[in-house]
C-alpha cells in the first residue's frame, strides 16, 4: 500500500483531526466572507452518538467546546475525558424537569431552556461552587408544532424570569429552524432570531447577551451571514449518524 492510499484509509483518529482543521478553515472562510471578524463565531462540536475517542481526537486537534443531546450517554462521555482541561459541555437536547439536576451539575451551558419551569429548576440544582449556568433560551423560530422552544410572542416575558434566577446567567438565543436546501431560505429564520436577539440587548443593555446559537452542518453559512456566534456542526465533523 503506498503513503498515500495508507493515509487515506479510514483510519479515526486522523479523520477527525483533518475534519477539525478543515472546519475551522470552512468558518473562517464563512466568517470573512460575511466581513466579520475571524474571532466572532466558534464551533461547538456536536458529538451526539459519537464515542469518546473520537471526541478526544478532536479536543486534540484544538476543538475544546462539544454539545451533547442525550444526558447519560453525554454523562458516560464526560467521565472518560475528565483527564482533559479546558473541555467545555454544552447540554443542547430536549430538557424534561426530571433531568434538570444533573444538567445544571455537569454542563457549563444549556442552549436549550424554553420554559420558565426548567429554568428555575436549572437555577436551584445549580450548585453555587460552579457559579451561574450558561444559558440560550430556545426560540420556535419557524413556529413548528412539532419542534421545541418559547414562541417569538412568549420570549420577553422568559427573558424576564431567566434574567431574575441567580443560578443563570442568561447568554443568548438558539434556534432549530425548519430545514432548507435553499441557501436564500436558509437565510429568513436566521435573520429572525438576530432580530429578536438585538430587541434583548436593546432592552437589556447591562445583561452579558452575546450568544446567538445557530448554524448547523447544512446551513452554517447562512447562519454566518446573518450573526451566528456559534455554529453546532455534527455531522460536518464526525460523519453521518446511524
Ligand atoms: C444534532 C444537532 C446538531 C448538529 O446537526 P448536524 O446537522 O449534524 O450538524 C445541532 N444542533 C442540535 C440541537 C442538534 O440536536
Redesign the pocket.
Known sequence: MSDQQSRATPDQSHTVKDTIVAIRRRLEQALASAGRPADSAAV?A?S?TKPAVMLREAFEAGQHLF?E?YLQEALEKQRSLADLEGIEWHY??ALQSNKTREVAEHFSWV??VDREKIARRLSEARPSSLGPLNVCLQVNISREDSKSGVMPEALPALVEQALALPGLRLRGL?A?PAASDDPEQQRVPHAALRALFDELVKRHPDAPLDTLSMG???D?EAAIDEGATLV???????G??N
Open positions: 461547538l456536536v451526539k454539545g443531546n443542547i437536547g442552549h436549550t438558539m432549530i448547523m452542518s447544512g452554517m453546532r456542526l455534527g455531522t460536518a465533523i464526525f453521518s449518524r
